[in-house]
């Protein structure tokens, strides 16, 4: 059976970049298991599952999941799994990666399993991307160097912090992620004039934000040779 990791965000996820790709494998009939970084839950971003902000449909369905699937509410640490017994790492966005997922040493291990090592995909999703800036090879170059990504861009940045880069619940944003992965080497381009935005390189695909959350799990099934 095809496997796959979700290495999700005890900070803050964002429910849809999250719930679409874990369903959508589920259904797909992907044995899905969910690591954070200590293995306590994640945690679900609330403007994620506000009707305002995401509709009343999608902010249900989030909550309905975030709540009641066991593999977000008991997930493994993940510095006890291993992602070369899975055959896609998926890194789910949101601004709480910042400060857990993308600094997190196992996690990029996991992504230099799963991208530099030839054995698997990986999917990272919107501010997840900023993992590449601080992911490298063996021999000190960054992994996302010279490929084409997609992420976060600084444009839907700019409508979310203030001029201190302090976000809506008070938290200081520490960087910002399409300046991070493009002085990391990255061949940047989130395809603004697009409705969504997924780019693959190799083994490594990227999506832009919650938008482009349905056509990212759709990508990487196709790319795990998985039929829809």
């Given at each position: 059976?095809?496997?796959?990791?979700?290495?999700?965000?005890?900070?803050?996820?964002?429910?849809?970049?999250?719930?679409?790709?874990?369903?959508?494998?589920?259904?797909?009939?992907?044995?899905?298991?969910?690591?954070?970084?200590?293995?306590?839950?994640?945690?679900?971003?609330?403007?994620?599952?506000?009707?305002?902000?995401?509709?009343?449909?999608?902010?249900?369905?989030?909550?309905?999941?975030?709540?009641?699937?066991?593999?977000?509410?008991?997930?493994?640490?993940?510095?006890?799994?291993?992602?070369?017994?899975?055959?896609?790492?998926v890194?789910?966005?949101?601004?709480?990666?910042?400060?857990?997922?993308?600094?997190?040493?196992y996690?990029?291990?996991?992504?230099?399993?799963?991208?530099?090592?030839?054995?698997?995909?990986?999917?990272?999703?919107?501010?997840?991307?900023?993992?590449?800036?601080?992911?490298?090879?063996?021999?000190?170059?960054?992994?996302?160097?010279?490929?084409?990504v997609?992420?976060?861009?600084?444009?839907?940045?700019?409508?979310?912090?203030?001029?201190?880069?302090?976000?809506?619940?008070?938290?200081?944003?520490?960087?910002?992620?399409?300046?991070?992965?493009?002085?990391?080497?990255?061949?940047?381009?989130?395809?603004?004039?697009?409705?969504?935005?997924?780019?693959?390189?190799?083994?490594l695909?990227?999506?832009?934000?919650?938008?482009?959350?349905?056509?990212?799990?759709?990508?990487?099934?196709?790319?795990?040779?998985?039929?829809?």
């Amino acid at each position: 059976m095809t496997s796959a990791l979700f290495i999700v965000s005890e900070e803050g996820y964002w429910g849809e970049e999250c719930i679409e790709p874990l369903t959508t494998l589920s259904e797909a009939g992907v044995d899905v298991t969910v690591a954070t970084p200590t293995g306590g839950p994640p945690v679900v971003d609330e403007r994620s599952v506000d009707p305002e902000n995401v509709g009343e449909e999608t902010a249900a369905r989030v909550r309905e999941v975030d709540e009641n699937d066991d593999r977000l509410n008991d997930p493994e640490p993940l510095a006890t799994v291993d992602a070369t017994d899975y055959d896609a790492v998926v890194f789910p966005g949101g601004h709480g990666t910042e400060w857990d997922v993308n600094q997190d040493r196992y996690a990029r291990q996991a992504l230099l399993s799963a991208v530099g090592g030839g054995q698997g995909k990986a999917l990272v999703v919107c501010h997840a991307v900023g993992i590449l800036a601080f992911t490298r090879e063996a021999d000190g170059s960054h992994l996302v160097e010279g490929r084409s990504v997609t992420g976060f861009p600084n444009e839907w940045e700019e409508g979310i912090v203030d001029e201190q880069d302090l976000m809506p619940d008070g938290r200081k944003l520490p960087y910002w992620v399409e300046d991070e992965v493009k002085a990391a080497g990255a061949d940047w381009d989130a395809e603004l004039d697009a409705d969504t935005s997924v780019t693959v390189d190799g083994d490594l695909i990227t999506a832009r934000g919650p938008g482009s959350s349905s056509a990212a799990a759709a990508t990487l099934l196709d790319e795990l040779g998985i039929d829809r």
